[in-house]
């Protein structure tokens, strides 16, 4: 149960159209909005009045746990904003929050600004399916754009894994079941290794953060499962060097060869100032399994890999660069952002001059 003055900021946050709301002591309320942090025109908020905030969104065993460990992530419902998760942290010894907004309603790929491809990608039977990028970049929204498709396409048991779950996903034509990291499993290892035994087809899992969990997708993926996972890396080559890097020896050879058999795709996005500012785009590097990449990845030549996604078009794969200076062709992104976010800033300009 919030209190009176939290519901206001967050109805506040939902009717600006807001990602984020921000209260920090000493600080206005503020507001993200197409990426750009705005403050409030209102009084900083106080210690007292931010400890009230924080706490009457927690349980005794929240509030117990955030005692204990100076974090906490939740998700919380809202009448005006929907599912809102909460992110508490200490500054000072003092409690104060991140709360990011996730919508009522799962948008359609092309409000989203998707591939086709990806559509494609949630419809494999099996294997691996990774959505990777920056914090705030919407690979959670990605994620659950799939699994709404799967819902709606596929008569089959769906199994998420998430810390906090953010969509909350009815039954269409699937059963899906959502656990949460704490609340009903301990993590998300333990909940990867018992899943299959709940005879799911497709296995949801919301980050892949150490090597145990990592081992465990893919073996998942490797037994007829499909397996939609998050990964923090900034593009598909670093998604590679992220999963190989947390094993050694014998045990990362074990690893690349189970890529390059169940590996379906990589998506790499990241969410840009529109150019007119007014909301924000997405840009993305699309990797498409296929025998030229699992050939790369069994050899491990993974620096051929931007040279096999650019000539891999006619699958579908793009580049990066090459999505942003579409995305500035059609003009929806101006000219300095497409610059700032290339990752070769030289042959962007060359190829936008």
């Given at each position: 149960m919030s209190t009176p003055r939290l519901d206001q900021l967050i109805a506040a946050a939902a009717e600006q159209e807001a990602s984020d709301l921000h209260l920090v002591v000493g600080v206005p309320p503020a507001f993200r909005i197409n990426g750009d942090i705005l403050l409030s025109d209102e009084d900083a908020l106080t210690t007292e009045a931010l400890t009230g905030m924080a706490f009457s969104l927690l349980n005794g065993d929240q509030r117990e746990k955030f005692e204990r460990d100076w974090e906490l992530c939740i998700s919380v419902p809202h009448p005006d904003a929907g599912r809102v998760r909460v992110t508490l942290y200490r500054r000072n010894g003092n409690p104060e929050m991140s709360l990011r907004f996730c919508g009522r309603h799962i948008l359609?790929?092309?409000?989203?600004?998707?591939?086709?491809?990806?559509?494609?990608?949630?419809?494999?039977?099996?294997?691996?399916?990774?959505?990777t990028g920056p914090t705030g970049a919407g690979k959670t929204t990605t994620l659950n754009y799939m699994v709404d498709l799967i819902n709606s396409e596929r008569r089959c048991k769906v199994v998420t894994i998430?810390?906090?779950?953010?969509y909350v996903h009815q039954n269409k034509r699937a059963i899906v079941i959502q656990q949460e990291v704490l609340t009903d499993t301990q993590s998300f290892t333990r909940a990867l290794i018992h899943v299959l035994?709940?005879?799911?087809?497709?296995?949801?899992?919301?980050?892949?953060?150490?090597?145990?969990?990592?081992?465990?997708?893919?073996?998942?993926?490797?037994?007829?499962?499909?397996?939609?996972?998050?990964?923090?890396?900034?593009n598909v080559a670093h998604a590679f060097e992220r999963i190989t890097g947390v094993f050694e020896g014998s045990a990362q050879r074990q690893i690349?060869?189970?890529?390059?058999?169940?590996?379906?795709?990589?998506?790499?996005?990241?969410?840009?100032?529109?150019?007119?500012?007014?909301?924000?785009v997405l840009a993305y590097e699309l990797l498409i399994t296929n025998s030229a990449i699992r050939n790369l990845i069994r050899e491990n030549n993974l620096h051929l890999l931007e040279t096999t996604i650019q000539t891999g078009g006619k699958d579908g794969m793009i580049l990066m660069d090459a999505c942003l200076h579409d995305l500035y062709c059609r003009c929806l992104i101006s000219y300095d952002t497409a610059l700032a976010r290339a990752r070769n800033p030289d042959r962007m300009a060359k190829r936008a001059g």
């Open positions: 359609s790929r092309e409000e989203l600004g998707l591939p086709p491809k990806i559509d494609e990608l949630a419809r494999r039977p099996n294997g691996l399916v990774l959505i998430e810390d906090p779950i953010e035994r709940q005879d799911p087809d497709v296995i949801v899992v919301g980050e892949m953060r150490d090597h145990e969990a990592i081992s465990a997708a893919l073996t998942a993926a490797e037994t007829g499962h499909l397996v939609l996972a998050t990964l923090h890396s900034p690349i060869m189970q890529l390059s058999t169940s590996l379906q795709g990589i998506i790499s996005q990241d969410l840009l100032p529109s150019a007119d500012r007014a909301r924000r």
